[in-house]
């Protein structure tokens, strides 16, 4: 299985972060849980919510208010958008097939479980 990040790498304050992952060699409506985790520069994995296969969506509660996640079954895709972006959301982003969801700043790199390269989101006016 294999993910990939794409989007822009510079957004401004305010506005609204948008960022698809390709799935290839799986699919998105196999049982996972298909997630988004950020790492702001210097700290640790934030997980930030899931798409479930059967299309069920998850927040980390703190976001909630500011982030959609949502999918296109027949790209095999799922996107995340993060509104009214602070300079607090530069990090690098990940999407990953992960089997549990973390809610919190703790999320294990497991084996059978499948990340993305990441991608480096710069916010800057």
């Known amino acids: 299985v294999q993910l990939q990040e794409s989007g822009p790498g510079l957004v401004k304050p305010s506005q609204t972060l948008s960022l698809t992952c390709t799935v290839s060699?799986?699919?998105?409506?196999?049982?996972?849980?298909w997630s988004w985790i950020r790492q702001p520069p210097g700290k640790g994995l934030e997980w930030m919510g899931a798409i479930g296969g059967r299309g069920s969506i998850y927040y980390r509660p703190t976001l909630k208010s500011r982030t959609s996640i949502f999918r296109d079954t027949s790209k095999n895709q799922f996107t995340l958008q993060l509104s009214s972006v602070t300079p607090e959301g530069a990090a690098v982003y990940y999407c990953a097939r992960l089997r549990s969801l973390y809610y919190g700043d703790y999320v294990p790199r497991l084996p059978n479980d499948y990340w993305g390269q990441g991608t480096q989101v710069t916010v800057s006016p």
């Open positions: 060699g799986g699919s998105i409506i196999d049982g996972y849980y």
